[in-house]
């Protein structure tokens, strides 16, 4: 099981990689408007990275509400819980 430090970490690995913006700093307090490239489009495709790099299904009812990657990451690690 991964802690959330590591979930971060892999997160943020994701979301450079999909939206190919570089070694940008991303925490828990980023927010898609803070990274250059992250629009809706590349939002999607960042929720299917996640989903096949963390084997699980997203929650779309959950995922309209997050605000950070502190969310996303916190959603994660309730979903990854029981492995």
Avoid at 48 to 57: A, P, V
Wanted: charged share 25%; proline share 4%; net charge negative.
């Amino acid at each position: 099981m991964m802690n959330s430090d590591e979930i971060l970490e892999k997160t943020a690995a994701i979301i450079r990689d999909t939206v190919r913006c570089g070694p940008v700093p991303i925490s828990r307090a980023t927010r898609a408007m803070d990274v250059r490239g992250w629009d809706s489009l590349s939002h999607t495709m960042i929720l299917i990275q996640l989903e096949d790099g963390f084997g699980i299904s997203l929650p779309m009812d959950r995922v309209l509400r997050l605000g950070t990657v502190g969310d996303l990451v916190e959603l994660i690690a309730e979903l990854t819980a029981d492995r």
